[in-house]
């Protein structure tokens, strides 16, 4: 005879004090976001939480898959503070001027007596000088691209912190099988990672780059015979298990394919603002503001750049091109404002019941990417065809960038063809 939770571990919640007391014992690993994030939070926020990561000593571990993904795209976390710099400066030049124009204008109209006139534009320009000051105040903080990794304090304490601690590759054989049991799990919908389906075609690693983190992080706990807490800044339904939007804990298979994996040790899964927030379990101290900054979300913390009229075109033309049909939901789902249901692209593209639409965002990402690599677009631009899982499993929606629904949408014919739609938009 069996108990309640035998079989079912996975649906057991877990409470504050088996957290806190995971934090003093468990091997606790750590994903390429939360490496990453350190680039987008404030310099305080950083310093914490590296802070906290640091008291885990050698219970931390960071696998080969995460490590890979940081240096794959440190650069882009990085961002190029000069150019946000000058780009704001040069606002502030332009609405300077134009702020004291307009005052200029009224004063005339409404026969401003010279003296108040002269008080007004003083204080336009104390603001103006105020706000440039806060920006380049700012800029001793940040690094750039070029910036060499020894003056690179973020990569030097990760470089001292994690020695010894990242998870070596296992041989070719090895990794060439996780990387086909990760394919298989997308395709089966099973966790982690079967939402990065998108991935399959654009990376070395195809969609299985969390299930090598996963993995990894399993094995480096089971070796101990120790419970494990993955810290990961990834809030994606393939990780998280989520009743409507109240997040419960991991996934209940992940939790209790680990409870199998170690012989009934248990699996926690936590977010860079969960760490911060327990910080006096491993008695550091950390700045209140810090868990506001890592609060933040991803689209706050690293907002996406915006396609413009050029690359707009050149994405449609392409796909047009190919006689995708990908062309036609974008300009319908930009003329609804912004979202296109999955009946609606059943409709559109002819499907029959039974297709799956797996991989069908693909054309777009493909075409994405090359135009990234030809330099004609920033690498976090967001995507053009977004899938939406609201149930965690099934592509219920896809969503076209706002920008692209306010250039489609001052045009006077919705579903012309790309070249004439977006030629159009570009001569106004």
């Known amino acids: 005879m069996n108990g309640l939770f035998d079989g079912f571990e996975g649906f057991r919640v877990l409470a504050d004090e088996d957290i806190d007391r995971a934090l003093k014992s468990?091997?606790?690993?750590?994903?390429?976001?939360?490496?990453?994030?350190?680039y987008r939070?404030?310099?305080?926020?950083?310093?914490?939480l590296l802070a906290v990561l640091e008291s885990f000593g050698d219970r931390l571990v960071v696998p080969h898959q995460a490590v890979n993904e940081f240096h794959r795209n440190r650069l882009t976390a990085v961002g190029n503070p000069e150019g946000a710099t000058a780009e704001a400066r040069g606002a502030l030049v332009k609405n300077r001027k134009s702020t004291s124009d307009a005052l200029g204008r009224w004063a005339k109209q409404v026969a401003l007596d010279?003296?108040?006139?002269?008080?007004?534009?003083a204080a336009v320009d104390r603001l103006y000088d105020d706000l440039v000051a806060a920006i380049g105040g700012a800029e001793p903080d940040r690094i750039h691209a070029a910036t060499p990794a020894a003056h690179d304090q973020i990569l030097s304490r990760l470089a001292g912190m994690l020695e010894g601690r990242v998870i070596s590759r296992p041989s070719d054989e090895i990794w060439k099988n996780w990387i086909s049991e990760g394919q298989r799990r997308v395709d089966a919908q099973s966790p982690p990672g079967f939402l990065d389906a998108d991935k399959a075609d654009r990376l070395p690693e195809g969609a299985s780059g969390d299930y090598l983190v996963w993995v990894q992080a399993c094995e480096a706990a089971c070796q101990r015979g120790l419970d494990l807490v993955?810290?990961?800044?990834?809030?994606?339904?393939?990780?998280?298990?989520?009743?409507?939007?109240?997040?419960?804990?991991?996934?209940?298979?992940?939790?209790?394919?680990?409870?199998?994996?170690?012989?009934?040790r248990r699996l926690f899964l936590l977010r860079p603002r969960d760490l911060l927030q327990r910080s006096q379990t491993l008695n550091v101290e950390v700045s209140p503001d810090s868990l506001a900054d890592a609060d933040r979300t991803r689209e706050e913390?690293?907002?996406?750049?915006?396609?413009?009229?050029?690359?707009?075109?050149?994405?449609?033309?392409?796909?047009?091109?190919?006689?995708?049909?990908?062309?036609?939901?974008?300009?319908?789902?930009?003329?609804?404002?912004?979202?296109?249901?999955?009946?609606?692209?059943?409709e559109l593209c002819?499907?029959?019941?039974?297709?799956?639409?797996?991989g069908f965002t693909r054309p777009t990402k493909r075409i994405t990417a090359d135009l990234q690599r030809a330099g004609l677009l920033p690498d976090n631009v967001a995507p053009m065809l977004k899938p939406l899982y609201p149930d965690g499993v099934r592509a219920s929606a896809f969503?076209?960038?706002?920008?692209?629904?306010?250039?489609l949408a001052s045009l006077a014919d919705p579903l012309a063809r790309s070249e004439d739609r977006v030629e159009a938009a570009s001569n106004p």
Do not use: C
Request: proline share 3%; hydrophobic share 40%.
């Open 41 to 48: 939070y404030n310099t305080r926020t950083a310093k914490d």
């Open 230 to 264: 993955i810290v990961t800044g990834d809030e994606k339904d393939d990780w998280w298990w989520r009743h409507r939007h109240v997040v419960v804990g991991p996934r209940p298979e992940l939790t209790q394919e680990f409870f199998d994996l170690s012989d009934g």
């Open 114 to 121: 010279d003296t108040e006139l002269v008080r007004l534009r």
């Open 399 to 407: 969503r076209v960038p706002s920008e692209v629904v306010e250039i």
């Open 301 to 346: 913390l690293d907002p996406a750049a915006q396609w413009t009229v050029d690359t707009l075109r050149e994405l449609l033309r392409r796909l047009d091109q190919e006689g995708q049909v990908q062309a036609e939901v974008i300009r319908v789902a930009a003329e609804a404002g912004g979202v296109i249901g999955r009946d609606e692209v059943y």
């Open 350 to 358: 002819g499907y029959d019941d039974e297709r799956m639409l797996r």
């Open 26 to 38: 468990a091997v606790v690993a750590v994903d390429a976001n939360v490496l990453l994030n350190l």
